[in-house]
């Protein structure tokens, strides 16, 4: 039986995503492996757009009601560095 490469493109792209951040990785045991595909689904699941679902993030997530005009960045990284997730905070 063949499957088509594309059928499924979502979990493709998740399936790519994985392997690309454990490419980057030296695991040395089943408990590190776990914690980075804990670290992945974290950020799969809270922090990436999804551009299937209109571009929303699916979990919650607190949107502002208007542009901040001075705003200060903040990045919070996962895995050493290899998955990142920016975020604005309104200034004072």
């Given amino acids: 039986m063949q499957s088509a490469p594309d059928a499924n493109a979502y979990a493709e792209r998740h399936v790519r ?3 690309e951040t454990l490419d980057q ?4 045991g089943q ?6 595909m804990a670290n992945i689904e974290k950020y799969h ?3 990436r757009p999804h551009q299937g679902i209109g571009n929303v993030i699916p979990l919650d997530f607190d949107y502002p009601a208007q542009p901040a005009l001075t705003a200060e960045v903040q990045c919070q990284a996962a895995l ?3 998955l990142n997730h920016y975020s604005i905070r309104r200034a004072a």
Avoid: F, V
């Fill in 17 to 19: 995503e994985i392997r």
């Fill in 25 to 28: 990785l030296i695991l040395l």
């Fill in 31 to 36: 408990a590190q492996l776990r914690h980075a």
């Fill in 45 to 47: 699941n809270a922090c």
């Fill in 80 to 82: 050493g560095g290899l």
